[in-house]
């Protein structure tokens, strides 16, 4: 044992002290990580949405059938979501309220596209955990707010989707959408 | 380890010599499990939790793998494969069935397992690993019980699933890539029930590795027992088979009797009408509720209703929630108390039995509707739950002042017996 120790130090020292053995083993075990790098990612990778996934990632919705006060529930990325057409009243009593006092301030403009203050997009999914809110379909209970109501833990939302009393902790989420005509949007 | 006076194996049969010393299994056995490992011989009913857990483990791995021969893990079909399960396939409703309330069984003897560790202090040096080891067995439990309840894809297994990875989703940042990723979508769907099917098989098998790491860790120092005064010569044990293999054999069958209580004449009891819907993303059951044994684990994230400076009540209640279960792991260090056992502790014993009172309290509002008075109720327990852990135990274990410990086991169940007998202890000299 010893006599190979001295053979190794004598023999194969570098210049800078470095021994060679010590190299190939720093090197092989480096490349070996790499490797396993290289491996990992995509094992991880793999578990993110497939492509055809991705390809429902936007929706179009024809909006030329929703009338004032009407809303229709779709789906956005496989959850719901909320197409509202505001009548005049709810505009104003969205409008009516200080943004400040409430516990996600935007207001309703913020909320809607330039011009089509009437259009109001959300995802049906409250803010708190996930449940799907009441209110898009006829007849449903609106909450004390007038726009939606969340049975699971009783959030209520006001007509421009805001929330305004229950334990869930923002607004209901407006997606990315843009119009395409008129009378057309494409979410996502 | 064991103690050197264990009885050894020696194989009588020219075979089984043989197969010893080819690969000696039938000796690993016998020194784990057999006449070969010694146990204290003071161990109470309460000992017989651990084997009782690896029988409902047993019974999970074999009612699974047959239910998977049954199941389609694909959105479209899933809820109907369950439910072909139960109608068409022979005997499929006894699988499925078991398989569901053997996972709460499987609960049931895992918490009265943790609690005996617990008031016994079968966490203190020198089997700090076997507790360590027994959480992580916990927390892949929770796990695969979470991914097993959303296979059959009814409204309780979607509602579950979005509002379990929700939490991740409340990690600030990072946490909805990270929903998105454990989820392979937006909402669960096909790519969440396939990953989910394919762990829930695995994670048993993983679960049994630990087992198998859990024993080991615990026969280096040999079973504790309820006492808490190590074993100190021969006289304090006896073999594990016959003594111990004969007890459990009673708890085993006292264990299936009620199983079959439940499985036979009450079978949806602890199970969720819900479920019996197919999974629909457009419309929520009107209450979520996880299954029992997660309840004061959901109590204590729904304890938190109101932000803290700039961090939300949601995110409060996720951290909250894991920080529960690690806690557990900081346990052996927390309470420094030299003396073992909750017999020998009266301070401590009151508190225990307060901490089991909050536990119960914490799981009856995990299973309520989130409204007053349990959303307060829940505040006041789960801050009992931390304050228990961090304050009350390091507290006692400095101010207590512990009963005289017996010098040995032998002495602690003569006196038992002397006093039954309304007889002096007659104390082996030593």
């Known amino acids: 044992m010893a006599n190979s120790e001295q053979v190794d130090g004598q023999g194969l020292s570098g210049e800078d002290g470095v021994r060679r053995r010590d190299f190939i083993n720093v090197a092989a075990v480096s490349f070996a990580g790499v490797g396993a790098v290289g491996v990992v990612l995509p094992l991880i990778d793999q578990m993110n949405p497939s492509a055809d996934v991705l390809a429902l990632a936007s929706t179009e919705v024809d909006l030329s059938a929703i009338q004032p006060g009407q809303a229709i529930k779709t789906t956005f990325r496989s959850q719901p979501l909320f197409v509202r057409q505001l009548t005049e009243k709810e505009i104003a009593e969205a409008d009516k309220v200080d943004p400040s006092t409430l516990r996600d301030p935007q207001t309703l403009a913020e909320r809607t596209v330039d011009g089509k203050k009437q259009w109001l997009i959300t995802m049906g999914v409250c803010t708190h955990l996930g449940c799907v809110p009441l209110g898009a379909g006829e007849g449903e209970n609106r909450g004390e707010f007038g726009g939606y109501f969340c049975p699971c833990h009783g959030s209520s939302y006001d007509t421009a989707a805001r929330i305004r009393k229950g334990p869930a902790p923002k607004n209901l989420e407006v997606p990315k959408y843009s119009f395409t005509s008129d009378t057309a949007i494409l979410v996502g | 380890m064991s103690f050197p006076w264990a009885e050894h194996y020696t194989p009588k049969h020219p075979l089984m010599q043989w197969v010893d010393e080819k ?32 029988l409902a483990l047993l019974i999970q791995i074999v009612t699974g793998v047959v239910m998977a021969m049954h199941y389609g893990a694909n959105t479209l079909v899933a809820f109907g494969t369950v439910e072909q399960t139960m109608r068409d396939v022979n005997a499929g409703w006894l699988m499925r069935y078991a398989h569901a309330n053997g996972a709460s069984f499987f609960f049931i003897v895992v918490y009265l397992h943790i609690f005996r560790g617990l008031y016994f202090g079968s966490y203190k040096a020198p089997r700090e690993m076997v507790w360590l080891l027994g959480l992580v ?294």
């Not at chain 2, 509707?369 to 400095?398: K, N, T, W």
């Open chain 2, 137 to 430: 067995i916990f927390l892949l439990m929770m796990a695969t019980a979470f991914m097993g309840y959303v296979l059959p894809w009814g409204q309780m297994s979607y509602w579950g699933a979005k509002v379990i990875t929700g939490l991740f989703g409340a990690i600030p940042v990072v946490g909805e890539p990270i929903q998105t990723w454990l989820l392979g979508g937006f909402a669960p769907g096909n790519a969440s029930l396939n990953r989910f099917f394919s762990l829930h098989f695995l994670l048993p098998f993983v679960i049994a590795a630990v087992v198998i790491l859990h024993i080991w860790a615990l026969h280096i120092p040999g079973s504790s027992n309820p006492t808490g005064v190590e074993v100190k010569g021969p006289q304090d044990t006896v073999p594990f088979h016959p003594y111990y293999t004969a007890k459990d054999g009673f708890g085993a069958g006292i264990f299936l009797i009620l199983f079959a209580i439940l499985l036979f004449f009450a079978p949806n009891y602890l199970g969720h009408p819900d479920n019996y819907i197919e999974a629909n993303p457009l419309s929520t059951p009107a209450h979520i509720v996880p299954e029992w044994y997660f309840w004061p684990f959901y109590a204590i994230l729904r304890a938190f209703t109101v932000d803290f400076f700039f961090v939300p009540a949601k995110l409060l209640g996720v951290l909250a929630m894991f920080a529960s279960i690690l806690l557990l792991f900081f346990l052996p260090w927390l309470d420094t108390s030299p003396v073992r056992s909750g017999s020998y502790r009266p301070t401590f014993k009151t508190f225990f039995w307060i901490l089991v009172l909050d536990v119960l309290i914490l799981g009856y509002c995990g299973g309520a509707p989130a409204e007053e008075p349990y959303v307060m109720i829940s505040q006041v327990a789960a801050a009992y739950y931390f304050a228990h852990f961090l304050i009350i135990l390091p507290m006692i274990a400095r101010f207590e002042k512990p009963l005289p410990l017996p010098n040995s086991i032998t002495e602690a169940v003569l006196a038992k017996y002397a006093k039954a007998d309304g007889e002096p202890a007659a104390v082996p000299a030593e």
């Open chain 2, 23 to 54: 690969l000696p299994l039938p000796r690993l056995v016998y020194n784990a499990v057999g006449a070969g490992y010694p146990v204290p011989r003071n161990l109470n009913y309460f000992w017989n939790f651990g084997v009782l857990a690896g």
